[in-house]
């Protein structure tokens, strides 16, 4: 089921070439990086997914199936520092089902945004962009939770296969309990597959350049023997900020 990526997981390519356009880290990555910080923290960091409300952009009011916070952050060496809540905008050229308008999602909670868990995983990542990251300064955090019940399947990426419209996206598996699917799939940018795989370890993580790569999520179901499942993801985007204004919605001009 899982294709040989281009890079191999967690091994970051050679300065003396093209770097690939994602990489396909084990959990060892970010456990490491989460092994200095007090299990206290951590826990809480993980357990905060029980705490999404529901995304009012997607799914019923009586039957949703995705739930969300929204953060965004300047990146200062080993230091976050939280921006004013904003919504949340993609073109409707990356985003056919939900671009073109400012979404609002609800803010992190104040224990995950100013706690070390987080700040710990963002420089982890932000260290190993598959890519330059000179003036990638600024980034976005979504804290998701995709369910799935007996009669409705959930939709990780109900606009199927796209990019978000940033510079660089980190996909971070916090857990998955009791679905079957939900299989991530990357493409180059003629639709062609680059690389397949279900994320199944908690921490597990692929971090790509979104300029180069298309992806997606197939459905997920609950688990044979199970009426209800969940997966519970961290998303963050990476791209350039201005500290004098609010960011402009992310766009390539934000990655150069």
Same mark, same amino acid.
Request: with cysteine; proline share 11%.
């Given at each position: ?6 890079? #191999? *997981?967690?091994?970051? %390519?050679? +300065?003396?070439? !093209?770097?690939?356009?994602? @990489?396909?880290? &084990? ?78 999602? #609800? *803010?992190?909670?104040? %224990?995950? +945004?100013?706690? !070390?868990?987080?700040?710990? @995983?963002?420089? &982890? ?132």
């Amino acid at each position: 089921m899982t294709a040989t990526p281009l890079s #191999a *997981p967690g091994i970051p %390519a050679s +300065a003396s070439r !093209p770097s690939p356009p994602f @990489v396909h880290h &084990t959990p060892v990555l970010l456990t490491s990086a989460l092994a200095a910080i007090p299990r206290g923290p951590v826990t809480r960091f993980t357990e905060s997914w029980n705490d999404l409300p529901a995304d009012p952009h997607l799914g019923t009011a009586a039957a949703p199936y995705r739930f969300r916070r929204y953060g965004r952050f300047r990146i200062l060496g080993d230091r976050l520092e939280r921006l004013p809540h904003a919504a949340f905008f993609q073109e409707r050229t990356v985003n056919s089902v939900n671009g073109g308008v400012d979404r609002m999602f #609800a *803010p992190l909670r104040d %224990a995950v +945004a100013d706690g !070390p868990a987080l700040r710990a @995983v963002v420089r &982890t990542l932000w260290d190993r962009l598959p890519g330059p990251r000179t003036g990638i300064d600024t980034c976005g955090v979504h804290q998701i939770r995709i369910t799935a019940t007996a009669g409705a399947e959930g939709h990780p990426t109900p606009e199927g296969i796209h990019r978000d419209g940033h510079c660089y996206v980190a996909q971070v598996l916090i857990l998955r309990e009791n679905v079957r699917g939900a299989e991530s799939c990357l493409y180059d940018l003629r639709r062609q597959p680059l690389h397949r795989t279900v994320l199944t370890a908690p921490l597990e993580t692929i971090v790509l350049d979104d300029r180069r790569v298309l992806h997606g999520v197939s459905p997920l179901r609950p688990a044979p023997g199970s009426r209800t499942g969940l997966r519970d993801m961290l998303l963050v985007d990476f791209f350039r900020g201005d500290a004098r204004h609010s960011p402009e919605p992310p766009s390539e001009a934000h990655c150069s």
